[in-house]
């Protein structure tokens, strides 16, 4: 069985990646996480002239999560796709005693906290946590909800696919089941596709954003880093941007 597995790894070619190639150019900004004061600086570096894709993930263990996403549903010309942390926060809306342990656990404690949501612990349950949903869903209101509910999973250019967390190298990106787009596939950071799609993508962080093996990896972990990162993508290249 090791020598049959061996061979195949043997026989299977190396992928070639022609560069990436946009239909017209535009900018993908990673992970922002309730940073809303970086993101608002990286805007201001990006040329104004081309669209912006954000990859989800604009909640959680910052600072200003409500504030980031009003900010962005106040601005439709920037597409924005969801992330497994908005994934949390509805699933948390729609049955908050069974999914919100989940997402108290990653994060949510401090969205919650930015509404003066307190007195909740990773090992909260039951009554207080969809007492909790419900002080949410009021001081949010349900037309923000349902703009993360319905928040598209993925955009296409020339042959770049954008989305949040990855997909699985050996299916069809288009095939992918939407939990595998929100929240990665174990094979996605170190199998390279043999199609040669790229995907620009966040979710995983990384030390440095990263353009190789068709992937360009934007999650540069701006919660804790400091530092929000955006490739601006040309018929002529990638430019990383980063504040």
């Known amino acids: 069985m090791l020598k049959s597995l061996l061979a195949r790894l043997r026989a299977a070619p190396k992928p070639v ?9 535009f900018a993908v900004i990673g992970d922002i996480h309730g940073r809303l004061d970086l993101l608002q600086a990286l805007l201001e570096k990006l040329p104004g ?5 954000c990859v989800g993930d604009y909640i959680d263990r910052g600072p200003a999560s409500v504030e980031t996403l009003r900010f962005l549903k106040d601005r439709p010309e920037i597409t924005c796709l969801k992330g497994n942390h908005e994934d949390m926060l509805v699933s948390f809306v729609t049955s908050p005693e069974e999914k ?17 949501i307190r007195g909740l ?34 955009r296409w250019s ?19 089941p939407a939990r595998t787009l929100i929240w990665g596939h174990p094979d996605f950071m170190t199998t390279p596709r043999q ?18 093996d068709g992937r360009i990896s934007l999650d540069t972990g701006a919660y804790a880093t400091g530092r929000l990162t955006a490739a601006v993508i040309t018929p002529d290249g990638i430019e990383l941007v980063s504040t």
């Not at 002239?49 to 894709?53: A, E, F, L, M, R």
């Not at 770049?160 to 997909?167: F, N, Q, R, T």
């Not at 199609?195 to 190789?212: F, R, S």
């Open 49 to 53: 002239d081309v669209p912006v894709i």
């Open 100 to 116: 919100g342990p989940r997402w108290i656990r990653n994060g949510g404690l401090q969205t919650l906290a930015d509404l003066g």
């Open 195 to 212: 199609d040669g799609w790229w995907i620009a993508h966040g979710h995983t962080i990384v030390d440095e954003a990263v353009v190789a």
């Open 17 to 25: 990646f022609e560069d990436p190639k946009p239909e017209a150019s």
């Open 158 to 176: 020339g042959n770049i696919a954008v989305l949040h967390a990855g997909a699985d190298p050996a299916v069809p990106i288009e095939d992918n």
């Open 121 to 154: 612990s990773e090992m909260t349950r039951g009554m207080k946590l969809r007492e909790a949903r419900n002080t949410f869903v009021n001081e949010v209101g349900e037309e923000l909800i349902d703009w993360v509910r319905e928040l598209p999973l993925i």
